[in-house]
């Protein structure tokens, strides 16, 4: 019996798998956010389409949809874009961060 306690920790060790990508705070590998041609979709109407051209444009991972009087976090991370809008879904201000 004390020779399967002795020997489980090892056996579980051979089971764990390490991650593919190596995992950094902030920021997804091979991406990190530019803000460049994006005051072009100020004004629009918020919609797929529109996110999926903000992240092409600005080159992050993530996209965050800032609506009115909701708190966000002040964490900053590289890879994300916040994109803020008014009461009618219309996009007010986008950053990175």
Known sequence: MRKIVL???A????CSTAPAQPI?????PGHTCVEGATESH???VRS???GKA???ATHAA???WAPPNVML???FRADRVTVWLDSANKITKIRCG
């Open 7 to 9: 020997i489980a920790p």
């Open 11 to 14: 056996l579980l060790c051979a």
């Open 24 to 28: 950094v705070h902030g920021e997804t």
């Open 42 to 44: 100020v004004g629009e």
């Open 48 to 50: 797929d389409a529109v």
């Open 54 to 56: 903000i992240v092409a």
């Open 62 to 64: 993530v996209l965050r």
């Open 73 to 75: 976090t002040m964490d």
